[in-house]
């Protein structure tokens, strides 16, 4: 079973269908008992980080997650669920602490760049771990689907698994051990989306 962490987010919905599409047997989880017999887990997210990361721990799904990781079973972060594995955010001066799993924080695109902020759309993804399971059958130079102003920018550059150029190069999915995150929605992300959740569901 994988859990797939009902905190609220908008885009829940459209990753359990996409899971289930390539083979997950997902179960919807609100409170830490439903992660401690899950074969693996997925933390979905849209919108602000405060937003995710105070819905998380009221829920007791902060240290929940941190407790899962430790066992070694496969963790996939989403969009805000990859930037609130940092410590913390930039966005609207965030108070609240990431789960601080990674050094390094999320930071808003420089607005100097001329971009238009947030980042919504296709663009492509540079595989820098080409052996990241996530990424078997993916071809370098995918594109996938994106909608986000903010992006983490981890100390430790050796855990970005691919990256992606929007004025700024940044780290749009990472890999360390059991711990996988994508700041693209693999769900929105139709074939190349559904072969990377295809292959987590093969690490469940």
């Known amino acids: 079973m994988i859990a797939l962490l009902d905190y609220g987010a908008g885009n829940l919905r459209s990753v359990e269908k996409a899971l289930r599409f390539v083979g997950g047997d997902v179960e919807l989880v609100q409170s830490p008992d439903g992660t401690k017999d899950a074969a693996a887990v997925v933390l979905p997210g849209v919108g602000a980080f405060d937003d995710c990361v105070n819905a998380m721990q009221r829920q007791e799904l902060l240290a929940a997650s941190r407790e899962f990781i430790k066992t070694g079973r496969p963790f996939l972060g989403i969009c805000v669920g990859y930037q609130a594995m940092f410590e913390r955010s930039e966005e609207f001066d965030s108070r609240a602490a990431g789960m601080g799993l990674f050094e390094g924080s999320v930071v808003r695109f420089p607005a100097a760049q001329g971009l238009k902020v947030p980042q919504i759309g296709w663009n492509q993804i540079e595989i820098v771990q080409p052996d990241c ?5 993916v ?66």
């Open 133 to 137: 399971p996530l990424f078997e059958g």
């Open 139 to 204: 071809e370098n130079g995918s594109h996938v689907y994106f909608v986000h102003s903010f992006y983490p920018q981890p100390e430790d550059d050796s855990i970005a698994a691919c990256r992606t150029t929007y004025g700024v190069e940044f780290a749009s999915a990472i890999w360390r051990d059991n711990v996988y995150a994508t700041q693209f929605h693999p769900e929105k992300s139709q074939k190349v989306g559904l072969t990377i959740l295809e292959n987590f569901v093969k690490l469940a």
